[in-house]
């Protein structure tokens, strides 16, 4: 007859432990991911429903949506042009994201580009 092997509850904690950080970094992960993609949506609403006429405002808008999230976005990081009636924003910032709470936070680089068309030609008064 067979002899059962008792299962290790050492074992069975540290495979917990394991799945949970792993979790927790999916979790965490996903969360930096959804806000960039929020803040993309917030962007894309501005070029195709916000007030500004020029794309020095809406390069501004963006800056003030950016600190609205508590993102750390540099002036030099956002890049508007105009292509007849679309309007193109290019934007890159770097969060960090915490994998290991306390222990591992990695910084992640967000990069896109939001597109959107309007009825109205924004002003191209980049080139002063």
Known sequence: MDAVAAPNPLKTIIQLLIAALLINACIQAARAYWGFYEFKDEIQFEIIHGREVTTSQLHQRVLALAADRDVALAPEDVTVKQRGYQTLVDVSYVDEIPFVPRVYSRPWTFEGTVTG????????????
């Open 117 to 128: 068309e309007r009825l109205r030609a924004l002003k191209d008064d980049s080139q002063r």
